[in-house]
Nanobody, 115 residues
């Protein structure tokens, strides 16, 4: 089995930046997709950004141009660089991993953007 642990959430003023990290440990696996989902209070969980095992990236229109997803295979870590943050970005952010055999979720990390 695989465990995902997220770091980097916090409180930031509008226009600021945060970098989220998600480390994977446990069983060996082959990555199909890594992603960052987010869920704001009273809202459905949505995909903010994803990166395939081959390095192809995808972003929600609401974050395109401001967020960047990347990965470090040697460290088994995926990152989400968030710039020009807006109050609308406030949410719990969840790391997601789809492997060749299963999928996994992180515990979530709170990002709060104040105006």
């Amino acid at each position: 089995q695989v465990q995902l642990v997220e770091f980097g959430g916090g409180l930031v003023q509008a226009g600021g930046s945060l970098r989220l990290s998600c480390g994977a440990s446990g069983s060996t696996f082959t990555v199909r997709v890594l992603g960052w989902y987010r869920q704001a209070p009273g809202k459905q969980r949505e995909l903010a950004a994803s990166i395939s095992g081959g390095g192809r990236t995808n972003y929600a229109d609401s974050v395109k141009g401001r967020f960047t997803i990347s990965r470090d295979n040697a460290k088994n870590t995926v990152y989400l660089q968030m710039n020009s943050l807006k109050p609308e970005d406030t949410a719990v952010y969840y790391c997601y991993l789809l492997t060749s055999t299963s999928d996994y979720w992180g515990q979530g990390t709170q990002v709060t953007v104040s105006s």
